[in-house]
């Protein structure tokens, strides 16, 4: 009896001893492991100064998720566990997983691309997937936007990324593009006159570029003039809208008719005979 619990000791007690001590050892280390090769990666990551701290913090996340999965394979190798079918299950899983959640891989890809490389940032003001808006936030699966009248819209990543965008805040200056028609009978140099000295009298358009007052088109019913100033791009509402009142008061006062679309209509009377 006692030869058969020595045997049993040596043949099943020990070796599994063994086994489980070498998995939990395998295990600890390669802990230890993830977590210094995670952080040399985190630190890489940030010193480059380009990735966004969310993408560092989600790119360390899944690397770490990854590893650690590697570790926890090798363990249960140790232990004599059949880990191929365990490595085919956990492919399967991962492939149905991934068909299921297409269309946020697709936001997630996008989310990545827009934080590394920045078509915009937080408090710029763009046109984006189909919303014009300040950004609010940009995240892994979407980006918040707030309106002129104060909405919150949320929009996928990948409705932005697939789409062209235009970032109105990603200059200091932009160029201000209005035209105003005068009448034929209008004097041409006089309303030249008036649209460059309301440009001049603006300190807000710069000097440089040279704004642009030129006759651009003799139209079907006027003489359209392009003025063309330059200004910060936080100016450009204020200096369009002022300049669009400016220059009706200027051209009222001084006798210069803005043309309309009229209808004139003729009404023909037939006398009818007794």
Request: no cysteine; glycine share 8%.
């Amino acid at each position: 009896m006692e030869l058969d619990l020595a045997q049993m000791v040596n043949d099943y007690v020990i070796p599994w001893g063994i086994n489980i001590s070498l998995a939990i050892v395998i295990f600890i280390v390669g802990r230890m492991v993830v977590r210094l090769v995670v952080g040399l990666v985190k630190k890489l990551m940030k010193r480059s100064g380009k990735m966004d701290e969310m993408l560092v913090n989600f790119v360390t996340s899944i690397l770490s998720a990854i590893l650690l999965l590697f570790v926890i394979v090798a363990s249960l190798d140790q232990l004599g566990v059949d880990t191929t079918s365990l490595v085919a299950l956990i492919g399967a899983a991962g492939l149905a997983i991934g068909l299921a959640l297409q269309g946020s891989m697709q936001n997630f890809a996008a989310g990545v691309m827009l934080l590394v490389f920045k078509p915009f940032k937080s408090g710029d003001f763009v046109e984006a997937g189909g919303v014009m808006g300040v950004v609010e936030s940009i995240n892994i699966f979407s980006s918040t936007f707030r309106t002129g009248d104060n909405k919150e819209i949320i929009v996928p990543n990948g409705s932005i990324y697939s789409d062209s965008i235009t970032n109105y805040s990603a200059r200091e200056t932009r160029r201000v593009d209005m035209v105003f028609g005068i009448g034929y009978d209008d004097d041409i140099k006089k309303a030249k006159e008036i649209l460059q000295r309301l440009v001049a009298e603006d300190d807000r358009i710069l000097p440089e570029p040279e704004p642009v007052i030129a006759l651009g088109e003799l139209g079907a019913s006027s003489i359209d003039f392009i003025v063309r100033p330059w200004v910060k791009s936080g100016d450009y509402w204020k200096v369009k809208w002022e300049m669009n009142e400016k220059v009706k008061a200027a051209f009222d006062a001084e006798g210069i008719s803005i043309p309309y679309p009229q209808m004139d209509v003729h009404v023909h009377q037939e006398s009818k005979a007794d």
